[in-house]
């Protein structure tokens, strides 16, 4: 917590100190290298029962304290190595992006990047961070733990469903027995390994991917000898409303489980991505929505068992408007659902694999300079499931960046 | 943040204001003029990229012409007030930079902020007494803006923090950008005494204080040293 009362302590600082703060990327002579940060401190009340907003980052999405530094060197004008290293509430510090990007021909809108890449699916995914989101909390897909582990597997559906609405420490009989969080449907702050091509026009935006973990499941070191083939289609008009469609398929379970728990033939162990998003910019709104079908391949041998993958569904549209120069509101709708299946809990019922949610936020902003912004607002969660189903949290957050 | 340099030059700027409902000693409009160079630092590439590190690939834009500097009368006398060219001017955006740079123009003139990009824009200021923000339009879209408060207006782009351009606004006409060799004129400014000063983006150059004959063309120069 100690972190989050420093960076909120920048608040008792006078406009007029704050405003001594640099406010462009600090680059050297020849300006081929330069190093951009960013610092984000966001409380909130404390959530040890729901974990509504707990990330795969093992922290409260609501009450942490982030610096990011973001580094690229420019050697030739068409090569450039571009690195993030990350250190957070609980003090890890963490490379989160390495990677190199390469434009073959200087007057093609072609470029290739390899390394520690961002992720290509989705439009939420390359704008996690406190600048680029309007409001403070990360939308459920790509922030809520689902009850699914990479490294431990139930042995029947019932381990499953015990576990609805525990995505902070899942538990299952087939691998790690130590506790861990569970899995977002795409993973915000981590990203995957590969090699990735974008292409770009004035109205259409290709991009593709090779990488070695799942959407759900980035990864650095190879965990399954899998690998994850994902893509992004993107149509712009003037009119200032750009549509995408996006798609992934990759390993989301580590080897070492599997090799536990041998896979009957024509049993899926990927996990799919499917996603549409939309924008809509104008004047001082921006609008955007996104949904995405995802569906998890689990092998569950032991009666009582199913066939058919774990599916779930997510969406969310946000607007933000900004007036008086320095005042933005901003609101978000959200769901997350998941599709049923029959154990012998719940009477045999057909039931979600786990609890679906809800969530409105709203937040309104106010800029005390160009690079430094002060939000608060209030999140409200509903969960069909776990002891707390009703949550409500107000929230505040400082950013600073240059 | 440049407030520290902001502060005083727009105290010069409003000072001019005050100064001008001083009575003047002379009656009749007799003048000189002030010519010059303003000798630069070599600029440096402040215009950098923020690290794209969640962009998919390069994007690229024109480099900056810092090199120009507005050297201006700090106080100017009443009847430099009675009749301000307050026009409509141009501030391009194209290649994902501002153009000009730099812009000087007089309190009550409306500047045009055209997108010849093809990608949206946001063209905007926090400056106190002329913030604004234009929201997000589209190429071929123009908004525009009118200033009445003399002071330093930084201009970016909310959407490329890459983009930056300058507008200072002056209560009187007396002010002059240099040009590509860093040479200045100042025509038809009433005799008497004044403080000329220099605003550059590269640094700061010591006030000079000069007296103006009537029908007399002064030379003055000025060194910018970095800050």
């Known amino acids: ?402 | 943040m440049r407030r520290g340099l902001i502060v005083p030059v727009l105290a010069c700027l409003a000072a001019a204001t005050a100064l001008a409902a001083t009575p003047y000693a002379r009656a009749d409009f007799k003048a000189g003029n002030v010519r010059g160079h303003v000798q630069q630092p070599a600029a440096t590439p402040r215009d950098a990229h923020r690290p794209s590190v969640t962009g998919l690939g390069q994007t690229a834009h024109a480099p900056i012409d810092r090199s120009h500097a507005v050297v201006y009368i700090d106080a100017a006398p009443r009847q430099a007030f009675d009749a301000l060219p307050a026009g409509r001017v141009r501030l391009d955006q194209r290649n994902q930079t501002f153009e000009p740079h730099l812009l000087a123009i007089t309190v009550g003139t409306t500047v045009d902020f055209p997108n010849d990009d093809p990608i949206f824009h946001n063209v905007m200021s926090l400056a106190r007494g002329n913030a604004f923000d234009l929201g997000r339009y589209p190429r071929g879209r123009s908004r525009s803006v009118r200033f009445d408060t003399p002071g330093i207006v930084p201009v970016v782009c909310d959407i490329h923090a890459h983009m930056s351009a300058y507008i200072l606004v002056f209560s009187h006409p007396f002010f002059a950008i240099t040009d590509d060799e860093g040479r200045f004129a100042i025509p038809n400014i009433p005799a008497g005494t004044y403080t000329l000063k220099v605003w550059s983006e590269l640094g700061s150059a010591d006030a000079k204080r000069i007296t103006i004959a009537d029908g007399t063309t002064l030379d003055v120069d000025f060194e910018v040293s970095q800050r």
Do not use: C
């Open chain 1, 1 to 402: 917590m100690r972190p989050v009362l420093a960076m909120f302590a920048l608040l008792l600082l006078p406009a007029s100190a704050a405003a001594q703060l640099p406010d462009h990327p600090i680059s050297n002579a020849d300006g081929t290298a330069t190093l951009g940060a960013e610092v984000s401190g966001s409380v909130s009340r404390r959530d040890n029962v729901a974990f509504f907003n707990y990330t795969d980052y093992d922290n409260n999405a609501l009450r942490m304290a982030r610096l990011r530094l973001t580094g690229e060197w420019r050697p030739h004008p068409q090569l450039s190595f571009l690195s993030e290293v990350r250190a957070g509430t609980n003090a890890n510090v963490e490379v989160a992006a390495l990677f190199a990007r390469w434009r073959p021909v200087a007057r093609w809108n072609f470029d290739v990047q390899a390394g520690r890449v961002p992720p290509v699916i989705g439009e939420f995914s390359r704008r996690a961070y406190g600048r680029d989101n309007p409001l403070v909390g990360i939308p459920l897909a790509y922030q809520y733990l689902t009850s699914l582990r990479p490294d431990a597997l139930p042995a029947t559906v019932d381990d499953l469903l015990r576990m609805r609405a525990r995505g902070w420490r899942p538990s299952y009989p087939i691998g790690a027995d130590t506790e861990a969080p569970g899995l977002a449907l795409v993973s915000a702050f981590h990203w995957d390994t590969g090699i990735e091509a974008h292409w770009a026009s004035d109205h259409l935006d290709l991009a593709a991917a090779i990488t070695r973990g799942a959407p759900a499941r980035p990864v650095v070191k190879e965990t399954n000898r899998g690998l994850q083939w994902s893509g992004r289609a993107a149509v712009m008009l003037s009119a200032g409303f750009t549509a995408g469609i996006s798609g992934a398929r990759g390993q989301w379970i580590d080897r070492s489980v599997l090799d536990l728990k041998p896979v009957a033939a024509g049993v899926s162990t990927t996990q799919t991505f499917v996603g549409m998003d939309a924008a809509f910019e104008r004047g001082h709104w921006i609008i955007r929505a996104e949904f995405m079908h995802v569906t998890f391949g689990l092998p569950v041998a032991n009666a009582p068992t199913f066939t058919t993958p774990l599916a779930s569904n997510a969406g969310f549209i946000e607007g933000r408007y900004r007036f008086l120069s320095r005042w933005q509101l901003a609101a978000r709708a959200e769901r997350l659902t998941f599709s049923d299946v029959r154990g012998t809990l719940f009477g045999g019922a057909a039931t979600p694999w786990d609890a679906p949610v809800r969530r409105l936020e709203g937040t309104a902003g106010f800029r005390l300079a160009r690079t430094i912004e002060l939000r608060g607002g209030y999140q409200y969660n509903w969960r069909d499931g776990g002891r707390i189903r009703r949550l409500g949290v107000p929230t505040l957050q400082f950013l600073y960046w240059f």
